[in-house]
């Protein structure tokens, strides 16, 4: 299998690539959004080294899932922690690894309940193979071929490190 | 303190297969009565309710979970409370609800609730709240409905009332926390007619409550009350002494027969839940009420609307108690045979 770079350098890389996009993109009061457990450690690392002016918000998609009539209820559902304004805002949504599509497409879901953005761009740790949807993500630490049966997990929240099986 | 060893209930505790509210896997099917069901599956119930209180402080107070199930709220009997936070639960977990008005439907031209409830069946519905004045209701729909279908008790005569229950534990453990051991709660009032009582009284020794107490005159307590598991008081100021939790109880005016009190004023002197008689308790302890409240009746006003009543707050936890049952039930993983699992 590739070398996993470690999390802290993918977060730099991260940042850096971020950084460089809202400028291109002329967006200066971006709201970041983690999504719960891993792309919340991974949004507060980026939300400290942009110095983001706005507050993190988080997102539990548990209740947006398309495989809740499947898999049954989690009872410790963590709160989503969104601005009750959020139309026309640019969100930086952030998850640990972007893998089938779907826990963005649930995100994406719980957003749009609130109101419109303006735009969402994708940001994620690692992006790897095994897409069931048409979405990819914007900024992207490492990307990744892994078999169907491999899976990688982001431990944390100190200190943050992958869990490859 | 009541040795818990010999209470009934635990007896009745586990998956047994007799018991129709739980399926193959253990999962709640149907809620019509807390008593037989296990610790870890109340405190699932909880803890379910936990997260969905967060939805209820959101700005969006709605999530998709139920889109298109269909639930049928089936209300013999009136009520307010209930009815509107299962309607509102069922809304915001995106379900249809819809509100069969019993009174002005074909029940009164003579059609059977068999007759009703298969109506309802065919039109696809796949939960049914049933609040019925006769105890067991709940048990016999839940016994001939199609098997797709969740029934929830929403109250049977002096039976159960399942949920009411679940949200004044839920109401508990968020004002004293989760070690149940430790409490003291008093359930004051007309325990005879009371299907809140009775569940109350099952969940808080499932939890392992510390201390249960009933107080009421005799004429309004049942036979054998103490083999619940309780502690009897028939003197309120005995009774509530150090309680950590006073739970006051309407006076069922509807549901009483032959002169079993004096009269209100009476009733009021001797157990009315007064300032002066709240003093007796732990000073931080809570007062609840499921409603509605006969202010005067059974409690004075103005400890009604005290500092230490949590009565509002029973209402607003019932919507998220409510969504967390509703979604256990009909968001349960499918049931598998022991054929498929091997």
């Not at chain 2, 083999?227 to 939790?245: K, L, T, Y």
Request: hydrophobic letters at 40%; charged letters at 20%.
């Amino acid at each position: 299998m590739e070398e996993i770079a470690t999390p802290e350098t993918l977060l730099d890389k991260l940042a850096e690539q971020l950084k460089t996009l809202l400028t291109e993109r002329s967006i200066d009061q971006p709201l970041m959004v983690g999504i719960h457990t891993g792309g919340v450690w991974v949004a507060n690392a980026l939300h400290n080294k942009l110095s983001l002016e706005q507050p993190l918000s988080t997102l539990d998609i548990s209740f947006y899932r398309d495989d809740f009539s499947r898999i049954g209820m989690n009872p410790q559902v963590k709160p989503s922690k969104l601005p009750s304004q959020i139309d026309d805002r640019h969100i930086i949504l952030v998850d640990d690894v972007l893998h089938t599509g779907r826990t963005i497409r649930a995100a994406m879901n719980e957003i749009f309940d609130y109101g419109r953005p303006a735009s969402i761009t994708l940001v994620c740790l690692i992006e790897r193979s095994g897409r069931e949807i048409p979405i990819q993500a914007d900024v992207v630490g490492q990307h990744l071929h892994l078999d169907d049966n491999q899976h990688i997990k982001l431990t944390g929240p100190e200190p943050l490190e992958f869990a490859v099986a | 303190m009541v040795n818990k060893a010999s209470r009934p209930t635990d007896s009745l505790i586990g998956h047994d297969a007799w018991n129709i509210q739980l399926d193959k896997n253990g999962q709640l099917k149907h809620f019509l009565t807390v008593e037989g069901l296990s610790t870890e599956l109340l405190t699932n119930i909880l803890d379910t309710a936990e997260s969905f209180a967060n939805i209820n402080e959101q700005s969006v107070k709605k999530v998709p979970l139920l889109r298109g199930k269909t639930v049928a709220n089936l209300f013999f009997e009136a009520s307010t409370r209930t009815r509107n936070t299962f309607e509102l639960a069922a809304k915001r977990l995106s379900a249809d609800v819809l509100n069969v008005n019993i009174s002005a439907s074909a029940t009164s031209k003579g059609e059977t609730l068999m007759d009703t409830l298969q109506n309802l069946q065919a039109m696809q519905c796949d939960m049914f709240v049933v609040r019925h004045n006769a105890s067991g209701a709940a048990h016999y729909i839940a016994n001939r409905v199609a098997p797709g279908i969740s029934v929830i008790n929403a109250g049977d005569g002096s039976h159960a009332h399942p949920t009411q229950a679940m949200l004044d534990m839920f109401t508990i453990r968020r004002n004293k926390g989760d070690n149940f051991r430790q409490l003291r709660v008093a359930i004051v009032g007309d325990v005879l007619h009371s299907r809140v009582a009775r569940s109350q009284i099952h969940a808080l020794n499932i939890l392992n409550t510390g201390n249960v107490r009933v107080i009421a005159p005799k004429t309004l307590l049942p036979i054998g009350i103490e083999d619940m598991g309780v502690e009897v008081f028939n003197n309120m100021e005995e009774g509530i002494r150090d309680a950590d939790v006073v739970i006051m109880l309407r006076l069922q005016k509807e549901r009483m027969q032959g002169a079993l009190l004096p009269s209100e004023q009476e009733y009021y002197q001797m157990y009315g839940l007064t300032e002066k008689r709240l003093s007796l308790t732990k000073p931080d302890a809570i007062v609840m009420h499921p409603g509605p409240i006969n202010r005067g009746v059974e409690i004075e006003s103005c400890v009604a609307d005290g500092p230490q009543s949590v009565i509002l707050d029973q209402v607003t936890y019932g919507i998220s108690v409510r969504m967390a049952v509703m979604s256990m039930a009909l968001g349960r993983e499918p049931e598998t045979s022991e054929a498929e699992k091997t």
